[in-house]
Nanobody, 125 residues
């Protein structure tokens, strides 16, 4: 079993930046794609970004492309999400997740079998 713990959320003004971290423990996740999702009150959970096992392939939701950067450090069993030029529309609970398969980079939440508890990001206008 994998435990995922997110950190780095907080309150930031429009245009600001935050860096989220997600540390994995229990089992190594270095062979699997890792992703970030987010959910705002009253909205469905949405895909944000995914990174493959060694970090050389990434994919982003259109809403964050060019502003957010996903990266990973397998030696630390950690995935990161650098968020720049934040806007109030980015306010959400951000979750990291481990893919259930090694060879695809899914954008659907039901293809991930391990999730963190989330870290809140609030962007004020």
């Amino acid at each position: 079993q994998v435990q995922l713990v997110e950190s780095g959320g907080g309150l930031v003004r429009t245009g600001g930046s935050l860096r989220l971290s997600c540390a994995a423990s229990g089992r190594a996740v270095s062979d699997y794609p890792l992703a970030w999702f987010r959910q705002s009150p009253g909205k469905v959970r949405e895909f944000v970004a995914v990174i493959n096992w060694n970090g050389d392939i990434t994919s982003y939701a259109d809403s964050v492309k060019g502003r957010f950067i996903i990266s990973r450090d397998n030696a630390k069993n950690t995935v990161y999400l650098q968020m720049n030029r934040l806007s109030p529309e980015d306010t959400a609970l951000y979750y990291c997740a481990k893919s259930s398969t090694k060879w695809t980079m899914p954008q659907r939440g039901d293809e991930y079998n391990d999730w963190g508890q989330g870290t809140q990001v609030t962007v004020s206008s």
